[in-house]
């Protein structure tokens, strides 16, 4: 064993498997005084990232589960080791594992979130990456983030799906369609007119109808071995359980089905690729509305004399989820009845599409089971603030969510 590597080691054996600060310290000691052991502790860090990989965990997740756990500091590094370990992999990925790649290349995600954390930054240098703390911090930021990765639990592998047929996978899909759909909810959130964000949020729902039916009939058309895949969303605190709820109903709303990891702080959503897109499209957009909503309801509360914006938030946010909820389920029922034949398309064609939809819905259903047999329901807390409950359901009312039109071929 190379000196270096014994550095690592008597590192590791200090530092990685107590939780006490003196250990820590320890460990980081033997690194900062051994210059040399730099490169196989970068080394050591992409494995640490490689087994969790294995573990079920994709790139997303593992930024994300640090973010949450640790500081800004320790994310930069877990980014960074995750783009180096992706330099190296040579396992097939699926477009979702590129596209999260591609983010983390793009530049760290806001931190307006984290503010009330700072203080847990006192030993890091927030100005900067990694590469600018001393040898003792980045030692200790290493070994932090490494205690982490180490204990990261396995989770349900997302990529064990039966693979599309060609012409039927994401390579092939219209991703123009996507990106007018991500275009048309910007524009929905960004205007302070009403009347033009529901046009606008109103026709960004009829073009995911449109890219779900187009996606359905194709499949089943050409006998493709299409089946539900999943993905993972953050949820994110404070006031996570009501954006779980809010999040399941947007699922349950697509045809998919989502199921709340609390101690890890996502949820996992079932079902096939464009209803998928769908549902991290659409929920994206309405905690945006909610948080926009909630934000001018609280500043009138405050200008009235209230001071409890907590409680006010939280049974804000509930009401939101609640209402919401109501709204997409009766929108989704509205939706499916009017499945009707309509100029230029035969009857015939319109018949194909229900049985095609009650087919995926039991698809959905199965995979979900095989993938999570053991499920618990839950119920939120602490909402009792009737100002709180009363605002949020209006801005609900208001929120720019729609029957979806009748389904129909462009």
């Not at 389920?329 to 049985?355: H, K, N």
């Not at 047999?373 to 807390?381: A, E, K, N, S």
Request: hydrophobic share 40%; charged share 30%.
């Amino acid at each position: 064993m190379s000196s270096t590597s014994s550095t690592v080691e008597r590192a590791f054996a200090a530092a990685l498997y107590a939780d006490s600060d003196t250990a820590l310290d320890t460990g980081a000691s033997l690194l900062a005084a051994d210059p040399g052991s730099d490169t196989e502790l970068a080394r050591r860090g992409e494995e640490f990232v490689a087994a969790a990989w294995r573990r079920g965990w994709q790139p997303a997740d593992v930024v994300r589960i640090v973010r949450r756990e640790l500081d800004d500091v320790h994310e930069r590094l877990a980014a960074e080791l995750v783009l180096a370990e992706a330099a190296r992999d040579r396992t097939p990925r699926g477009p979702r594992w590129t596209a999260q790649l591609d983010e983390l290349r793009s530049g760290p995600p806001d931190r307006s979130d984290r503010s009330d954390r700072s203080d847990r930054l006192d030993r890091s240098d927030r100005s900067g990456g990694p590469d600018r703390l001393d040898r003792f911090q980045y030692a200790t930021t290493a070994l932090e983030l490494y205690r982490l990765l180490l204990r990261l639990p396995s989770l349900e592998p997302l990529d064990a799906h039966v693979p599309r047929a060609p012409g039927v996978g994401s390579a092939k899909r219209d991703t123009r369609v996507l990106t007018r759909i991500r275009a048309l909810l910007a524009k929905a959130e960004a205007t302070g007119f009403p009347e033009e964000a529901e046009a606008l949020s109103a026709k960004a729902q009829e073009l995911m109808a449109r890219h779900s039916i187009d996606e359905a009939l194709l499949a089943a058309r050409t006998h493709a071995k299409d089946a539900p895949g999943a993905c993972r969303i953050g949820v994110d605190p404070p006031y996570e359980t009501a954006k779980a709820v809010l999040l399941d109903a947007v699922a349950g709303a697509n045809r998919c089905r989502a199921v709340w990891n609390e101690a890890l702080g996502f949820s996992t959503v079932v079902g096939f690729e464009p209803d998928l897109e769908a549902v991290e499209l659409l929920h994206t957009s309405l905690l945006v509305q909610a948080t926009a909503a909630m934000t001018k309801a609280e500043a009138a509360q405050r200008a009235g004399g209230r001071k409890r914006t907590k409680s006010f938030r939280q049974s804000f946010l509930a009401a939101y989820a609640h209402r919401i909820g109501d709204r997409l389920a009766d929108a989704a029922d509205v939706a499916e009845g009017q499945v009707t034949a309509t100029e230029g398309e035969t009857a015939a064609t319109a018949g194909e599409l229900l049985p095609v939809l009650a087919a995926r819905d039991v698809a959905v259903t199965d995979e979900t089971e095989r993938m999570f047999p053991d499920t618990v329901t839950t119920r939120m807390r602490g909402v009792n603030d009737a100002a709180g409950w009363q605002e949020g359901a209006a801005a609900a009312d208001r929120a720019q969510v729609r029957a979806r039109p009748p389904l129909r071929r462009p």
